[in-house]
């Protein structure tokens, strides 16, 4: 079901710093992930199909707003368009450059029911589009339309996960300005359902080999030498919600340097890992994520021969309160 509306927010109470972190224990959460990513992944399909290529597949991604994730504009037959997850209100807007838009709730509803809802809405709105209805980069992937097994969709789990995701965003934008390579927007990947940035080396890589849509996925996503890092809330391999970095390819020595306390090198994965609840535990988060991600960035990249030291940029003096002039 979706509806036309002009429903404002109703205000919310400031957080503490104490609850900008909230708990999210992967076990309480599991089911209601699985389903929204899915949904996410319904939505990026469509983004993935009329957005034009950018390198690393920037192009599909989504990023972090002030009530939850946004496609940002997708061109359409000389038009634009935009999805939005409000995980606030919990609903899905699509909005059109035309004026027209449609919402839907976001309440518990199966991923065959919310593909089915979703495209309709599309063609209500004038947009005819045509995905592959297939889940990627997930074990066992089950075509949306024949999905009926994952249904959940718990309002107050989905909201402390944007939190973390906002809070993330604004730590990993941080980490982010010392850095004057070529390096990614934060943002979103709904295929591996994570929030991540990369900084690159200049050197070209050769993808590591898979078969399928895997393959054809890190034939564009690995060419190059990079640092990667990120948040991302688990899955059956790993269930605990965590942060990861990792150089690709792979710098010999790293499984077995020294990390920051709490820490640590996870085989299966083949990324440093900080678990999420090791971060809350801290007196003061923030740091130490900015630690974990510099303690790895420095580390990983050393051993992979990179020149550390051309690639880091001075960050200018802001006199507080005053305007920023550009010529």
Request: proline share 3%.
């Given at each position: 079901m979706f509806m036309m509306t002009n429903r404002q927010h109703q205000p919310r109470p400031e957080q503490s710093p104490a609850t900008a972190w909230p708990e999210l224990p992967y076990d309480k959460w599991k089911d209601t992930r699985t389903t929204l990513h899915m949904w996410t992944?319904?939505?990026?399909?469509v983004k993935l199909a009329l957005a034009p290529f950018l390198n690393q597949w920037w192009e599909?991604?989504?990023f972090v707003t002030a009530t939850g994730l946004t496609t940002g504009p997708i061109p359409y037959e000389g038009k634009t368009f935009e999805v939005d997850f409000d995980f606030l209100?919990?609903?899905?807007?699509?909005?059109t450059s035309t004026g027209k838009a449609l919402v839907m709730p976001l309440v518990p509803k199966t991923v065959a029911a919310f593909y089915r809802e979703f495209m309709n809405a599309l063609t209500e709105l004038g947009i005819?589009?045509?995905?592959?209805?297939?889940p990627v980069e997930v074990s066992d992937p089950i075509p949306f339309e024949?999905?009926?097994s994952h249904a959940s969709y718990n309002k107050d789990y989905v909201t402390r996960w944007w939190r973390i995701l906002r809070q993330t965003q604004t730590v990993f934008e941080s980490f982010r300005t010392s850095f004057r390579g070529k390096s990614s927007p934060i943002h979103f990947f709904w295929g591996s359902f994570d929030l991540s940035g990369t900084r690159f080396s200049g050197r070209m890589a050769t993808p590591p080999r898979y078969e399928g849509v895997m393959g054809r996925i890190m034939e564009f996503a690995e060419n190059e030498e990079n640092?990667?890092?990120g948040f991302w809330p688990g899955d059956n391999r790993f269930p605990h919600t965590a942060f990861f970095s990792y150089l690709y390819p792979e710098p010999p020595g790293i499984r077995t340097t020294t990390l920051l306390q709490g820490a640590s090198f996870h085989e299966q994965l083949g990324e440093?890992?900080?678990p999420y609840d090791a971060v809350c535990n801290t007196e003061h988060p923030d740091q130490t994520i900015l630690d974990f991600l510099?303690?790895?960035?420095?580390k990983s990249a050393e051993l992979a021969g990179w020149d550390i030291s051309s690639f880091r940029t001075r960050i200018p003096p802001l006199p507080h309160g005053q305007p920023v002039h550009t010529s």
């Open positions: 992944q319904v939505v990026g399909k599909v991604t989504f209100d919990h609903t899905l807007s699509i909005r005819h589009v045509t995905i592959w209805p297939v024949q999905d009926t640092f990667a890092f440093c890992i900080l510099e303690s790895t960035y420095t």
